[in-house]
């Protein structure tokens, strides 16, 4: 059992000759401007106009503008090619980005504030989305795209956890505007690189072979929705439950008089997440999508309704620690979901939608969530949260009837 779990470790050793370091390297550093503007927005624009709701609108607009915009994009890089498509996102969405952070340094409000937002949201390029399109390109090996999704999960929960309190720094360092300013400068040096090093085109099929140029026939938009429809409704549920635990661990750390601890214990469940996605290769490929999916969902749900009853802020973040253990696996597999049901020629617009499920979910945990904080305290932001998990189980029965 030893040498098994360390030679499934060892898995990730293969993945920079897969994809190349500098690759991997830029795709990391590209993911940051994407997890810093939402807090970065709120910090910037309430302290600019003075009101926390024109903070939460402007962070509104960009989320909204972003989940719709994403499989867009998705779809015109499976029609069009990456380098192409992203070519052309990556400078708009620094441009964006700039005229953001002079928005918040010159108070601007209202319409022209908003306007910005969703230009921004719009053009802003789900970094973790192509990546894991071009893992199910250049690998055809299930062991080795299971490793490449579990790294780029890992990844991606890391980035979460770390963009947000890397916006507290800069803003505490500098101005509250400088989260703003600092992505608009990574996306010049991360994100359009990215984009400059984007394969050209990704054949629909091995039996097409379309001029380099040339569009060819891809599925639409809403065949790939329907066909992917059990991933989404898992993302959308595990975005729904990052927004509502925001909520509810804001609240406890607030009744019980910490208030500025509500941050570090929401990022042990960030971090048990990844640890636990890092640690999927490890899981034998007889343990089917359905069970993962499953134990995923049981193990959420139980440590939520625990969490609930535990006393003091140390045992409420342990708990987190705990659920984190859960999520990260139920993470991965929904991407692994999603790849295997996608038709072909749709990675790109899957893998977006995924995504856009993801952010979606957030606003709408975070405004329910909320609600339910204030008027029930945090047990009832947790038992909602709680409620969620619960669907990915019926979720997970209906994986165990058509065996993706």
Same mark, same amino acid.
């Given at each position: 059992?030893?040498?098994?779990?360390?030679?499934?470790?060892?898995?990730?050793?293969?993945?920079?000759?897969?994809?190349?370091?500098?690759?991997?390297?830029?795709?990391?550093?590209?993911?940051?401007?994407?997890?810093?503007?939402?807090?970065?927005?709120?910090?910037?624009?309430?302290?600019?106009?003075?009101?926390?709701?024109?903070?939460?609108?402007?962070?509104?607009?960009?989320?909204?503008?972003?989940?719709?915009?994403?499989?867009?994009?998705?779809?015109?890089?499976?029609?069009?090619?990456?380098?192409?498509?992203?070519?052309?996102?990556?400078?708009?969405?620094?441009?964006?980005?700039?005229?953001?952070?002079?928005?918040?340094?010159?108070?601007?409000?209202?319409?022209?504030?908003?306007?910005?937002?969703?230009?921004?949201?719009?053009?802003?390029?789900?970094?973790?989305?192509?990546?894991?399109?071009?893992?199910?390109?250049?690998?055809?090996?299930?062991?080795?795209?299971?490793?490449?999704?579990?790294?780029?999960?890992?990844?991606?929960?890391?980035?979460?956890?770390?963009?947000?309190?890397?916006?507290?720094?800069?803003?505490?360092?500098?101005?509250?505007?400088?989260?703003?300013?600092?992505?608009?400068?990574?996306?010049?040096?991360?994100?359009?690189?990215?984009?400059?090093?984007?394969?050209?085109?990704?054949?629909?099929?091995?039996?097409?072979?379309?001029?380099?140029?040339?569009?060819?026939?891809?599925?639409?938009?809403?065949?790939?929705?329907?066909?992917?429809?059990?991933?989404?409704?898992?993302?959308?549920?595990?975005?729904?439950?990052?927004?509502?635990?925001?909520?509810?661990?804001?609240?406890?750390?607030?009744?019980?008089?910490?208030?500025?601890?509500?941050?570090?214990?929401? =990022?042990?469940? /960030?971090?048990? $997440?990844? @640890? *636990?996605?890092? %640690?999927?290769?490890?899981?034998?490929?007889? #343990? !089917?999508?359905?069970?993962?999916?499953?134990?995923?969902?049981?193990?959420?749900?139980?440590?939520?309704?625990?969490?609930?009853?535990?006393?003091?802020?140390?045992?409420?973040?342990?708990?987190?620690?705990?659920?984190?253990?859960?999520?990260?696996?139920?993470?991965?597999?929904?991407?692994?979901?999603?790849?295997?049901? =996608?038709?072909? /020629?749709?990675? $790109?617009? @899957? *893998?977006?939608? %995924?995504?856009?499920?993801?952010?979606?979910? #957030? !606003?709408?945990?975070?405004?329910?969530?909320?609600?339910?904080?204030?008027?029930?305290?945090?047990?009832?932001?947790?038992?909602?949260?709680?409620?969620?998990?619960?669907?990915?189980?019926?979720?997970?029965?209906?994986?165990?009837?058509?065996?993706?």
């Amino acid at each position: 059992m030893r040498s098994a779990f360390f030679g499934a470790m060892a898995g990730y050793k293969a993945l920079p000759g897969i994809a190349g370091w500098p690759q991997m390297v830029i795709a990391v550093f590209a993911r940051i401007p994407a997890a810093m503007v939402p807090l970065g927005a709120m910090v910037a624009f309430t302290d600019s106009t003075g009101s926390i709701a024109t903070g939460g609108l402007a962070t509104g607009f960009v989320a909204i503008a972003t989940a719709i915009f994403s499989p867009l994009i998705g779809q015109w890089v499976d029609r069009y090619g990456q380098r192409r498509v992203l070519s052309i996102f990556a400078p708009l969405n620094a441009i964006a980005l700039l005229a953001l952070f002079l928005a918040a340094i010159w108070g601007l409000d209202e319409a022209p504030l908003f306007l910005i937002c969703a230009l921004t949201g719009a053009t802003t390029i789900p970094i973790g989305s192509f990546t894991r399109a071009r893992w199910s390109e250049v690998t055809q090996n299930p062991k080795e795209l299971g490793t490449a999704f579990s790294y780029e999960s890992t990844v991606d929960e890391l980035v979460f956890v770390l963009g947000p309190a890397f916006v507290g720094f800069a803003a505490s360092a500098a101005v509250s505007a400088a989260p703003l300013g600092i992505a608009a400068a990574l996306v010049i040096v991360a994100v359009l690189p990215f984009a400059l090093t984007s394969p050209k085109r990704m054949p629909a099929s091995p039996a097409e072979e379309p001029g380099e140029d040339a569009p060819v026939t891809r599925p639409g938009i809403l065949m790939t929705l329907r066909k992917i429809s059990p991933a989404l409704i898992i993302m959308g549920c595990i975005g729904t439950f990052f927004g509502s635990s925001q909520a509810a661990i804001t609240e406890r750390a607030a009744e019980f008089g910490s208030p500025d601890a509500a941050g570090l214990s929401y =990022a042990l469940m /960030g971090i048990g $997440s990844a @640890a *636990m996605a890092l %640690l999927m290769v490890v899981v034998p490929d007889r #343990v !089917s999508l359905a069970t993962r999916v499953l134990i995923g969902g049981l193990g959420m749900a139980v440590f939520t309704l625990i969490t609930i009853v535990q006393g003091n802020l140390v045992m409420t973040s342990v708990m987190l620690l705990f659920t984190g253990l859960f999520l990260g696996p139920t993470l991965v597999t929904a991407f692994t979901a999603a790849e295997r049901l =996608a038709p072909k /020629g749709g990675m $790109s617009s @899957a *893998m977006t939608s %995924l995504q856009a499920s993801l952010t979606v979910g #957030v !606003s709408v945990g975070s405004a329910i969530g909320g609600g339910l904080a204030a008027a029930a305290g945090s047990a009832g932001a947790y038992l909602f949260a709680a409620a969620l998990p619960v669907v990915i189980v019926f979720v997970g029965v209906i994986l165990a009837r058509i065996r993706p």
